[in-house]
C-alpha cells in the first residue's frame, strides 16, 4: 500500500525502442513526472534502435527485435516478470503493442490502474492489434484511455460506448531548447551547403511519412534543395528514386539523427515539411514551430489541429497531398518570399507558446493518474 497518496509508481510502456514521436513522448512524460516526485521508469517491450541511452530509468525487455511469436510471448513473460515485482500503482502504455501487451500483462499483475495513450488513428492499427486494443478498451482491461488530439479521438467515433467513454485528449508538449548554434555552424555539423535555402524533413521512412510524394516535389520544382533526417525500410526505393532522377545534388539523407543532434537541424533548415499520410499529433511539427520555421505540410485533421487556430490562419501552408500542383506552387512561393517565411514561422513559434505547452501536457497525465489511484 502506498504511503504517500501524492507519489506514484508508474510503470511507462511503449512497443519498442528508437527515437521517433512516440518513444520521446513517453520519456519525457517520464522525465516530467519524475521531476514532480513520482516514480516513473520506461520500460520498451523490444529494441528498435538503441536510444536514451543516458536515462538509467529507460530498460528494455527483449533486447532483440525478435517479431516472432515465441519472442513477443517471452517479451510478455519478461514484462509480466516485472510488474509483479516491481508492483506500480499503474501502468501509462504508449502504441498499439505497448498498450495491448501492457495493460494485459498489467492486469494479470494485479495493477489497478492500466491507462492507454493513442498517439496515432484505430485504423492504421495492424488488424490482430486493432481487434485487440478494441476489445481491452471495452472492457475493463483499459481503466482510462488518452488521445494525443481531438482528431485521433475522432477516429475512434465507431468503437463501442463503453470504449469511447474513458476517452479524454491530452496534446503534447514539447520541452523546446534551441541550439546555441548558428545556421552556418549547424549547416557544418552536417556538412550541409552553407549558401543554399533548406527544407527539412524528419521522421522515419515509412508509409505514414510519405517521402515518396516529396520526393516527386523535389523532382517538380527545380529550386528546392531537401535535407531528411531519419530512416527505415522505404530508403533503398528512395534512394533509387533519387539515382534514376538525378536527385542526389539536391537532396541530404542524413539516415537516422539523435534527438540532440536534430536540434540543431532545426538551426540549419530555412523551410520545415512534412508530407505525412497521417500523425497523431507531430512531435517534429511543434519543434519546428519553436524553432520559428515556416511549415509546408499534408492537409490531414491532426495537423489542422495543430497548425489551425479556431478563430484565425492557419500559421503555416496546408495543401492536401491530392494536390501536388498545390504543393509545387507552395514550395516555389516559399523559396521566392523571405517575407513570408519571416512571418509564417514568426506566427508559429507565438501559437505554438500560447497553445501547447509542456506543463498542460504533464498536469493532464499527472492529473489522471492521481485521479485514477485514489
Not at 197 to 206: H, K, P, V
Not at 295 to 320: F, N, Y
Amino acid at each position: 500500500m502506498r504511503t504517500d497518496p501524492a507519489r506514484l509508481k508508474i510503470f511507462c510502456i511503449a512497443s519498442f525502442m528508437n527515437t521517433a514521436g512516440a518513444q520521446e513522448a513517453l520519456v519525457r512524460v517520464s522525465k516530467q513526472l519524475r521531476a514532480r516526485g513520482h516514480d516513473a521508469p520506461v520500460r520498451f517491450i523490444y529494441r528498435d534502435k538503441p536510444a536514451f541511452v543516458d536515462d538509467p530509468k529507460v530498460q528494455v525487455i527483449r533486447q532483440t527485435r525478435d517479431l516472432s511469436a515465441l519472442g513477443y510471448l517471452l517479451a510478455f513473460l519478461g514484462l509480466l516478470a516485472q510488474l509483479r515485482k516491481e508492483r506500480p500503482d499503474a501502468v501509462l502504455c504508449f502504441m498499439p503493442l505497448g498498450t495491448v501487451m501492457g495493460c494485459f500483462a498489467a492486469a494479470l499483475a494485479g495493477i489497478p490502474v492500466r491507462i492507454a495513450s493513442q498517439r496515432a488513428p484505430g485504423p492504421t492499427f495492424g488488424t490482430a492489434m486493432r481487434i485487440l486494443d478494441r476489445i481491452w478498451g471495452s472492457t475493463s482491461l483499459y481503466t482510462r484511455i488518452t488521445c494525443v488530439s481531438q482528431a485521433v479521438s475522432d477516429s475512434f467515433d465507431s468503437y463501442a460506448h463503453a470504449y469511447r467513454k474513458k476517452m479524454c485528449v491530452i496534446h503534447n508538449g514539447i520541452d523546446w531548447k534551441p541550439s546555441p548554434l548558428s545556421k552556418a555552424q549547424a549547416r557544418a555539423r552536417f556538412n550541409l551547403p552553407a549558401e543554399t535555402l533548406l527544407f527539412f524533413a524528419a521522421g522515419r521512412m515509412s508509409y505514414q511519412k510519405y517521402y515518396a510524394f516529396l520526393l516527386e516535389r523535389l523532382r517538380d520544382v527545380p529550386d528546392m534543395h531537401l535535407v531528411i533526417a531519419g530512416d527505415g525500410d522505404d530508403r533503398p526505393a528512395l534512394e533509387a528514386f533519387i539515382e534514376s532522377h538525378g536527385l542526389a545534388p539536391r537532396v541530404h539523407l542524413l539516415g537516422g539523427v539523435s534527438h540532440a543532434d536534430v536540434v540543431h537541424l532545426y538551426a540549419a533548415a530555412d523551410v520545415f515539411i512534412q508530407t505525412s499520410r497521417y500523425e497523431g499529433q507531430s512531435n517534429a511539427t511543434l519543434e519546428a514551430m519553436h524553432a520559428g520555421l515556416p511549415i509546408i505540410t499534408s492537409d490531414i485533421s491532426m495537423q489542422r489541429e495543430t497548425l489551425c487556430p479556431v478563430d484565425g490562419e492557419c500559421v503555416a501552408k496546408l495543401v492536401s497531398l491530392d494536390d501536388p500542383t498545390g504543393w509545387n506552387s507552395a514550395i516555389q512561393q516559399l523559396i521566392s518570399s523571405p517575407e513570408e517565411r519571416q512571418s509564417l514561422g514568426r506566427d508559429a513559434k507565438a501559437y505554438v507558446e500560447a497553445r501547447f505547452g509542456l506543463k498542460a501536457m504533464i498536469d493532464g497525465f499527472e492529473n489522471i493518474l492521481l485521479e485514477e489511484c485514489k
